[in-house]
């Protein structure tokens, strides 16, 4: 039985992957003038909902080594869109916060796909529009739940 849900679930993520690309995704509304890679999105993402990080939460948040945070910071601070200040309860910890123009930046990005997905998605009536954004919820709260490529190793549930 398990194995059967994961072959359907194998086929239903090749076919999702490529239509989600094609009908939802607009690089152009996502990069503006500056190339950025998605975990830059994120990044911005998370500051927008917690307004301060440390970058081991951050780290966290994209799962990925902090090491491998700096140069994310690196260039969207060189863009001006973060900046680093001290924490206040701990003058050696380091946060990273959104920069007056890397808070109009998320607000214009987050208008701009808000805008394109109303025209993308206006072909969908009320109740599919519910269902839809439900089934996009289950996916997203899923999708944390599963650990990072490579880190499960199988036979051992525990590992995670």
Do not use: W
């Not at 060189?78 to 109009?104: N, Q, Y």
């Not at 839809?132 to 499960?152: C, M």
Request: aromatic fraction near 4%.
């Amino acid at each position: 039985m398990k194995d059967r849900l994961i072959e359907e679930l194998a086929g239903n993520l090749l076919d999702f992957f490529p239509l989600y690309i094609k009908k939802l995704v607009r690089n152009d509304l996502i990069e503006g003038d500056e190339v950025l890679a998605p975990s830059h999105h994120r990044l911005l993402s998370a500051l927008v909902e917690e307004k301060k990080l440390a970058v081991s939460d951050i780290a966290s948040i994209l799962t990925v080594s902090p090491p491998n945070v700096t140069p994310l910071v690196r260039r969207l601070k060189d863009l001006g869109l973060v900046e680093r200040i001290h924490d206040e309860s701990d003058l050696r910890r380091v946060m990273i916060a959104l920069t007056e123009k890397g808070c109009a930046f998320t607000e214009s990005r987050r208008k701009a796909v808000v805008a394109f997905l109303s025209s993308q998605l206006s072909c969908l009536d009320e109740p599919e529009l519910e269902r839809f954004a439900r089934a996009i919820g289950v996916v997203r709260d899923t999708l944390a739940k599963i650990p990072k490529a490579g880190e499960y190793r199988s036979g051992n549930p525990e590992g995670r």
